[in-house]
């Protein structure tokens, strides 16, 4: 029996077999393929033909971005024995794709999103805020995906960041970032149920109304005209100068379902019945064993994306711009260029540009590695310039005479009235898109839970259907009593970037850089100023 | 006559990651479409079927490996997954660093055969063989073999040792698909006979889905040793670009000043290939010649008993 400890290859092998993954395939030899005479002498080695015939045929079997069935360095022969030449005497380079797709779900969730902290922070220092943070955000994620090259001796090459830290911090770090990757994942799936609700809730009472001919628009407080928006729950202020003033009347109709008395308010009803009934359509797709056909279904969060843009240009051309810079005081219909809400535009964004978690493992798909800044960089610059379109479109078109800024909500769909139907089809299709999302999440949260705590992946179905049971039972508990989605987001994204963002990747990469000896003080200070950042970014959601 | 015809299985199964996607990927010229891996997940139960040698199944399985989830199915599905099993080809990854645990995989496997297919054949291939020193090949893979035909008792089971970088896979596979034909060496002969009656300078015979080399005839010696890979490879290439305009392969003719080649249906397992190195016979000639072959041979597969998967398709 062969003794395990000995090496089955010699160290230079070991290398080159470790580079195998870092190449893409490329064209070593074109053989010539018309055989006119009786060439007693071969042009090329038998070997070198044969490997050829191989490497054209193992290429159509595999996607293009594929390393799988990629010759590695071992089995090509010497770079003095290639030859690469077309007919017409030129050689060329063959150049693959290098787009990494980013995951479109979490994008679709946080545009809803944007414009609603957008008036939070002030509109200009809304802006400001989203560019520094994506710029931030872009660092530590740069971070993350070096950290596995920089550890030296060990084969990392399917290591995802909660190995690096398991490295670096042992036990803790391994555990720790498990946990802090829980509370994304899992916040995320709660916003999601929140959502879901909302969206099932509209499309169910569109489709009654339209089938009764129901009309609420004199029950709903909002500009007169055409295009109507809405203000669900107005606020009222006392004693303001210049406040609106409102009888009673219509905060309970409008606070609450307007149909309350019937018998159908009564059995669809936002916070009561919903969040049950999707009880019984997700909890079996969350007890599927494979997610691979629900990962079919991504083409939709593109699809929702660029219909979200579509309608948000649409409703701000038909609107018009309401804009006026009011730089530190207050006005009653607009809200100031700076204010002191910010942070909870901070939270938000932490949790919107937060692919920390899984960027390693998406990068290691990209056919280019050495484009990967490249492209990791373009892929935020999209994701913010999205997001910034969409909330400064829809903060500067909100109708701000009749209506206060203050009145546009976290889910901005929420300000269209329930007949709008451009909105009833972007909440169908996120409604099927965030389905198809959903059991995603889920695995992704039941592979790192179980792996982790169990070993393996599947331990039981008990198992399963109990981690399910705790995750629909948040979302349900939160759809019912607190459907903010706002804070959900700021809070769970707060503190899944504390540690996620800021203060693993600063740590790593000061501790990577000591052990090479070449940590420099401006670095260090640096880094421990992103630390204190995400401190203060936790700290200050519970004071705003 | 033919009785019901019994689906019978070729089980190729080995640790998850010891390649035996990769291989019958190559082997049958399927795409593999590998969306799943970037979740970052582990494994899903491989049910792919695909035909080859008219009425063989071939069933890809995972075994043991990281998921205990995969060891709870086998255990309650073990009896359905070992029923009907004509072949196992057994695939071990020789760099693997678990050498008792993949030991003992095998022989689970090895008693669920005993129990229920005793009169299946056992093939194990030791894979990824590129990856070990080349002075050192031979001696690994004696070893291995001799561990393995220990451990397989009173089973017999072949060796091979594989690479899919190398000639050694297709040598494999070929030579399993030779021992799974019935009567291999009465088409050989009458191959032959049909060479020197045409006059052709090699005759080939490949099975439909693999175009493995089944059987062979040269009248002198070829020059490129790797030949029946290349050609398989080119034609299972052109059957890809087939299959995506839903159009499938029949026959080809390829002709120059120097040679003539005819790539056919044969039998309804088998493809043929003659080369006349003689350009002034006309193709007509050589077809009907073919054509006339065909009947001959299905008659020689139809002679046999219906115990064999080759026999179940009837005209």
Redesign the interface.
């Known amino acids: 029996m062969e003794d395990d400890n000995r090496p089955l290859l010699s160290s230079e092998q070991t290398e080159s077999h470790h580079l195998s993954f870092c190449l893409s395939p490329r064209p070593f030899h074109v053989e010539p393929r018309n055989i006119i005479g009786d060439d007693p002498q071969e042009r090329v080695s038998a070997e070198a033909a044969i490997l050829n015939s191989r490497v054209h045929y193992y290429g159509r079997l595999t996607g293009s971005s594929d390393r799988l069935l990629s010759p590695p360095n071992h089995v090509i022969p010497r770079p003095e024995e290639i030859y690469v030449y077309s007919p017409l005497g030129m050689a060329f380079k063959v150049k693959g794709s290098d787009d990494t797709s980013k995951n479109p779900s979490i994008v679709t969730m946080c545009i809803c999103h944007m414009e609603h902290d957008d008036g939070h922070a002030g509109f200009t220092l809304g802006i400001l805020i989203i560019v520094f943070l994506g710029l931030l955000m872009l660092y530590c994620c740069y971070v993350v995906l070096k950290s596995p090259k920089a550890i030296p001796y060990v084969d990392t090459s399917d290591w995802e960041f909660p190995d690096v830290c398991r490295y670096y911090f042992g036990k803790f770090g391994q555990w720790s970032s498990l946990v802090f990757s829980m509370v994304s994942l899992i916040g995320a799936m709660v916003v999601y149920w929140v959502l879901m609700s909302n969206f099932l809730y509209n499309t169910g009472q569109f489709i009654y109304n339209y089938a009764h001919n129901v009309n609420t628009s004199d029950l709903e407080y909002g500009t007169n005209g055409s295009e109507k928006v809405i203000c669900p729950y107005p606020n009222i202020e006392p004693g303001g100068n210049g406040s609106i003033t409102m009888s009673p009347l219509f905060i309970s109709s409008v606070g609450n379902e307007t149909l309350d008395s019937t018998s159908f308010g009564h059995w669809w009803s936002k916070t009561n019945t919903i969040p049950l009934y999707l009880i019984v359509l997700l909890l079996p797709l969350l007890c599927f064993r494979s997610a691979s056909f629900f990962a079919r279904f991504t083409f939709l969060g593109t699809i929702s994306v660029i219909y979200l843009i579509v309608l948000v240009t649409i409703k701000s051309v038909r609107l018009g711009f309401h804009l006026e810079f009011h730089w530190f005081d207050t006005s009653t219909f607009f809200v100031p260029e700076l204010r002191l809400l910010f942070p909870q535009l901070t939270g938000v964004l932490t949790l919107a540009f937060f692919i920390h978690n899984c960027i390693i493992t998406l990068m290691k798909s990209n056919k280019n590695q050495e484009n990967n800044v490249r492209d990791l960089s373009v892929a935020y610059l999209l994701v913010g310039l999205t997001y910034l379109y969409v909330g400064v479109l829809i903060f500067a078109s909100f109708p701000s005479p009749p209506l206060l800024k203050d009145c546009i909500e976290p889910n901005f769909l929420d300000n269209y009235p329930s007949n709008d139907v451009m909105v009833f089809v972007a909440r169908t299709f996120l409604l099927f898109q965030m389905i198809t999302v959903y059991p995603l999440l889920g695995y992704l949260v039941r592979v790192q839970i179980m792996g982790q705590v169990f070993g393996n992946n599947y331990p039981s179905f008990f198992h399963i259907l109990a981690l399910n049971i705790v995750i629909v039972g948040a979302g349900v508990l939160m759809a019912k009593f607190y459907p903010n989605i706002g804070s959900i987001i700021r809070f769970s994204g707060a503190t899944c970037g504390l540690a996620l963002v800021f203060i693993f990747p600063a740590l790593v990469h000061m501790i990577s850089k000591k052990r090479q000896g070449t940590l420099s003080w401006p670095s260090a200070v640096f880094h421990s100023f992103l630390i204190l950042l995400g401190l203060a970014n936790l700290v200050a959601q519970f004071f705003v | 006559m033919s009785s019901t015809a019994m689906k019978k299985k070729v089980l190729l199964m080995g640790k998850s990651g010891s390649g035996k996607t ?1 291989m019958r ?2 082997i049958f ?14 494994i ?2 491989e049910h792919s079927h695909v035909r080859f040698l008219g009425n063989l199944v071939l069933n890809l399985w995972d075994c043991g490996g ?4 995969m060891e ?1 199915y086998f255990t309650s599905q073990r009896d359905n997954i070992f029923r009907n099993v004509e072949v196992l080809i057994y695939v071990f990854d ?2 693997s ?1 678990e ?1 008792e645990k993949d030991m003992h995989y095998y022989q689970s496997c090895l008693e669920a055969i005993l129990q229920n297919s005793p009169d299946a054949k056992v093939f194990c291939l030791v894979h990824k063989m ?4 080349e002075d ?1 090949r031979d001696l ?1 893979f004696k ?1 291995r073999e001799e ?1 393995l035909k220990r451990l397989s008792r009173p089973l017999a089971c072949t060796c091979f040792r594989t690479s ?2 190398d ?1 050694t896979l297709y040598k494999a596979w070929s030579s399993i698909v030779y021992q799974l034909i019935p009567n291999v060496q009465q088409l050989e002969t009458n191959l032959r006979n049909f060479a020197q009656i045409i006059e052709a300078d090699e005759v080939l015979l490949f099975e439909r889905a693999t175009f493995l080399v089944i059987s062979h005839y040269q009248c002198k010696e070829q020059r ?3 030949r029946f ?2 050609i398989s ?2 034609i ?2 052109f059957k ?1 670009s087939c299959s995506k305009l839903a159009a499938s392969f029949q026959s080809m003719e390829v002709r120059n000043s ?1 040679f003539a080649a005819f790539i056919d249906i044969f039998t309804s397992n088998t493809y043929v290939m003659v080369i006349m190195s003689d350009p002034s016979i006309p193709s007509a000639a050589t077809l009907i010649n073919i054509r006339n072959a065909r009947k001959h041979f299905e008659k020689l597969e139809r002679v046999d008993g219906p115990k064999h998967g080759l026999h179940m398709r009837m005209r």
């Open positions: 990769s990927s190559i010229a399927n795409y593999i479409a590998r969306d799943t891996r970037r979740l970052g997940a582990t899903d139960v990281q998921d205990t989830f709870n020789v760099e660093r050498l590129d990856l070990v020193q050192q690994i070893e561990d899919i970088w000639e490129d040793a790797h890979e290349k490879n080119i299972k290439q890809l120097n």
